[in-house]
RNA sequence: UCCCCGGUAGCUCAAUGGCAGAGCAUUCGGCUGUUAACCGAAGGGUUGUAGGUUCGAAUCCCACCCGGGGAGCCA
């Protein structure tokens, strides 16, 4: 039996009538008398290996009734055809080894709470759902680069260390650093904006750190975000391909996971939609969106969790809001010059309430008035030389966005809540697993 | 940081001032086609922590701890 061929449940198909072995965990059993029903799990997949008295030795078949949930397990039998199996196919045990007998596990197949789940975040990996989840979010990563690396994107890391400067340090997690403080990133954005005018059409992706004390379905305190950034681009190229990148990586996901949306439930109608063009609205449409609608609101406010809700209400596909008044937005925006009110910026916005998914904008390229800015925001200049630098040496106009994957993954997921959608989640409240 | 809700068996929950309970999980027994299998039995408790009220507290009061939901915050 030992030289049976190993082979993974996602390629059982092509294995009918042969004698396999699976390498797996027992994911569950259920007992009939004479017959023992093992779902077997192996990562790519969960099947049934029926094991039937008649058919292994006595001790095979006292083994296959007492193994416990998530066991290690090599199964040795043959490869049937089943029209009663959700996959077609089930296994006829032959011979059985128990790898590594599980304790009791703690997640059962009913229901548990939130906190339970993620207290176990290390075993609740295991499940179906879970796995559906981590393939989607694997797709919207390789997704990602593939664009950028089929479109002529160098990948320029940026780094996570950072030292003390960018808008004050509250919101910053900060940690020794030899004799000084370091802090760790929020983004790679004023980086990628020095490897923009080295190499023209770059990106970084990492993960981002946010010491915000937000304890909401959109907030994580770690979470990943990959930042295009472009020379000579003005905000209508980067509002363009955010809108093809968008769709890019939309579509690639309903190409290559429909079984893992149908498992997490998902409407893939609404992702099978999503295609450009988007619609695109000023911050004034927006305001006006949101009077109609009721909400109080006043010209100069940025748009918080539920206004944005209420926007993507009105439109089938991601909507792009730009040109926000420039004091809702950070100092390196630039000013648009037919109204200094306002900023050339873009957010765009999931559709079905999932929020803002991609900010970005077209960045102050004239070194006085991007000198006036530091200086209106209370910055240390000092700090900012470098940065004012790449205005000195041959500035030009540029632009990028910065893309958070976790609120994509969640879109495309379905899911309530950005914990689901990274493997080990930081938030406010939860640092462990 | 603020507001709301919660913490009882491994898990999900019930018991609202008077004997600490159920389902699932676990263990044992039964069943040759189970799909969250089913049937029978058993074991399993410092009711988050500390104090207070009371003849008597899981239950009422106070403080704290932990978690959940939301807000603010959020390049």
């Known amino acids: 039996m030992s030289d049976c061929k190993h082979i993974y449940i996602s390629k059982i198909g092509g294995h009918e009538g042969e004698d396999i072995c699976l390498k797996g965990w027992l994911y569950g059993k259920r007992s009939s008398g004479k017959l023992h029903f093992l779902q077997v799990r192996d990562g790519t997949g969960i099947i049934q290996a029926v094991v039937f008295k008649g058919d292994v030795s006595e001790e095979v078949f006292a083994t296959a009734g007492k193994i416990s949930q998530e066991s290690s397990i090599e199964v040795y039998g043959t490869v ?6 959700h996959i ?3 296994i006829a045990v032959k011979d059985l080894k128990l790898v590594s007998e599980a304790s009791e596990y703690p997640i059962t197949h009913k229901e548990h709470g939130v906190a339970f789940l993620l207290e176990n975040r290390h075993l609740w990996l295991r499940s179906p759902k879970q796995l559906a989840i981590l393939k989607i979010r694997h797709q919207i990563i390789k997704s990602v680069r593939d664009y950028f690396n089929n479109n002529d994107f160098l990948l320029v890391d940026a780094p996570i260390f950072t030292p003390a400067a960018c808008e004050g340090t509250t919101n910053l997690f900060e940690t020794e650093y030899f004799d000084e403080k370091a802090y760790l990133t929020q983004s790679g954005q004023l980086y990628m904006e020095a490897a923009a005018m080295a190499f023209g059409k770059v990106y970084c992706f990492g993960p981002v750190f946010r010491a915000e004390k937000s304890k909401t379905r ?3 305190t770690e979470f990943w975000m990959v930042e295009p950034e472009m020379a000579y681009y003005d905000l209508k190229m980067d509002m363009d ?6 769709e890019y990586i939309v579509q690639s996901v309903v190409k290559h996971n429909r079984k893992d949306l149908e498992l997490l439930e998902r409407d893939i109608s609404k992702l099978e939609n999503i295609k450009k063009p988007f619609p695109r609205i000023t911050y004034d449409e927006a305001i006006e969106i949101l009077k109609q609608k009721g909400k109080e609101i006043e010209w100069g406010e940025d748009f918080g969790g539920d206004e944005e809700t209420a926007i993507s209400e009105n439109f089938d596909r991601p909507v792009m809001i730009h040109r926000y008044p420039t004091k809702c937005k950070a ?3 630039k000013q648009d010059p037919e109204n200094q009110d306002l900023a050339l910026c873009v957010d765009v916005i999931a559709p079905e309430g999932y929020g803002e998914v991609i900010g970005g904008g077209q ?10 800015k530091i200086k209106e925001h209370n910055l240390p200049q000092e700090a900012f030389e470098w940065y004012l630098d790449l205005r000195k040496y041959g500035s030009v106009p540029h632009a990028g966005f910065g893309l958070g994957i976790e609120r994509t993954v969640a879109w495309l997921c379905g899911l309530h809540h950005v914990r689901e959608t990274i493997p080990f989640p930081r938030m406010m409240e939860r640092i462990r697993p």
């Open 363 to 372: 960045r102050e390229d004239d070194c006085d008035a991007l000198l006036e």
């Open 88 to 90: 077609g196919y089930e």
């Open 80 to 85: 049937k055809e089943d029209k009663r199996s």
């Open 241 to 246: 391909l955010a809108e093809d990148f968008i």
């Open 218 to 220: 959109r907030h994580l």
């Open 331 to 333: 100092f390196y925006m």
